[in-house]
């Protein structure tokens, strides 16, 4: 097992395409850490040169002390899982987790140790004798995952191992690997573009945009504190509503009324013009459920449509932005991969609201929770830097 080190990683392709620009990222011995970011961000890339499988334009890639940059991937001792985990479809299960060991001439009598203790682990005994063609897809990933295990190696990695199955599978695979991981402590590194996996996998996520490491933080340090507006938009579904907000004093002046938020927060917003205010759909609640009628925060707002979801409710409230918050709606929009990002407000309230469609409800806001955006260069201005890992400074100082 080996820590990995990432210094200022760069990857430049043969068109001179900076696919990875100046990555640094520190994954400790034994730590689960997630690469995400929307399609072209350069997730594979990285991956595939912590493998060796891809040249380094520049930087220092270590495994433990190590410095790799010029090792052969056999040499760098780490295990990859693709997205199509080839397994070998005339070896049987047991034959296609011996494979490495086989290979490095090891004896019959460790080979069977180590294969039956992976089995064991993957729970795949009763299935060691079959063809993968046999299997589903889980436990074809399992197989898979098994070959990684014998070899002993320092490090896993995953390339979207979850992506070719069905949402079901997927979730009983995702905690089948975290409890895998766990029990293994084995240091991974694995990429997907999946929030749910993002959110639910990882000690720690790296949100990648354009090559560019945008944030490198625990999931809830992400949700909570995102940042920049990518990494806000990017993180969180229903995502985040963006909206013109002007700060004065303590005083937030949004299209559909003021509200005010905490001193602290206030000051690092004075004079900077029209800002964009991030409010998570859970911020907000039904006044008339919440008991908040007639309260600092609540507002009234022409509801334009409705979704009942048993639990909870989406209520969708459009409001007017001025141009420069709608050009950055729509560059934000394009970043994140054509999610779609509207003036309107996405809310998400209790089940139990009454709220119809083409109604004025009273709605309540948790305005203390609301985040300040600078529209120029994207950077989170009321982050509790504290509770954010890291934020590298190019993250917010390049233009979108
Ligand atoms: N062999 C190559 N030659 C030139 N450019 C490449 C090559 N491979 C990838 N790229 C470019 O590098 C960038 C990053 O690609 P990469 O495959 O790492 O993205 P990714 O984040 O894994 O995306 P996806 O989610 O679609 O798999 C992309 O813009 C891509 O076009
Ligand atoms: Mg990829």
Request: aromatic share 6%; net charge negative.
């Amino acid at each position: 097992m080996a820590a990995i080190t990432l210094k200022n990683i760069v990857k430049k392709y043969g068109d001179g395409f900076p696919a990875v620009n100046d990555v640094s990222i520190d994954i400790a011995d034994g730590e689960f850490v997630i690469l995400v970011g929307p399609s072209g961000c350069g997730k594979s890339t990285l991956l595939r040169m912590i493998v060796g499988l891809e040249d380094i334009t520049s930087g220092d890639m270590m495994i433990g002390d190590r410095k790799v940059n010029d090792l052969a991937p056999r040499d760098r001792n780490l295990a990859m899982v693709f997205q199509n985990y080839a397994l070998y479809p005339h070896l049987s299960v047991y034959e296609n987790i011996a494979f490495p060991l086989r290979l490095a001439g090891a004896p019959e009598k460790e080979i069977d140790e180590k294969v039956r203790e992976a089995s064991k682990t993957l729970e795949l005994d009763e299935h060691l004798e079959r063809k993968p063609g046999n299997l589903s897809g889980g436990q074809r990933q399992r197989v898979a995952m098994g070959r990684a295990i014998v070899r002993q190696a320092d490090a896993f990695l995953f390339d979207e191992p979850l992506s070719n199955l069905d949402a079901k599978l997927r979730g009983q695979m995702r905690t089948e690997i975290a409890r895998l991981q766990k029990r293994l402590g084995i240091t991974t590194v694995y990429v997907t573009h999946d929030q749910t996996e993002a959110m639910t996998l990882g000690d720690r996520v790296a949100v990648l945009k354009r090559g560019l490491l945008q944030q490198l933080a625990t999931p809830r340090e992400l949700y909570e504190n995102p940042g920049n507006l990518f990494v806000a938009g990017f993180i969180g579904s229903p995502p985040m509503n963006f909206l013109p907000a002007e700060v004065e004093g303590t005083s937030v002046k949004l299209p559909f009324g003021t509200v005010q938020i905490p001193e602290a927060k206030a000051e690092r917003c004075q004079g900077k013009g029209v800002l964009m205010a991030g409010i998570r759909p859970e911020y907000f609640e039904d006044a008339t459920i919440a008991d908040k009628v007639g309260s600092d925060s609540t507002f009234s707002a022409d509801v334009d449509y409705v979704e009942w979801l048993g639990n909870e409710t989406y209520a969708y409230i459009p409001f007017e932005a001025p141009p420069e918050v709608e050009a950055k709606m729509r560059e934000l929009e394009a970043d994140l991969d054509g999610e779609g990002l509207r003036t309107q407000l996405v809310v998400s309230l209790d089940g139990a609201s009454r709220i119809k469609e083409g109604e004025t409800a009273e709605i309540w806001v948790d305005a203390t929770k609301m985040h300040l955006f600078d529209p120029a260069t994207g950077e989170n201005l009321t982050v509790d830097r504290e509770h954010a890992g890291e934020i590298p400074a190019d993250a917010v100082a390049t233009p979108a």
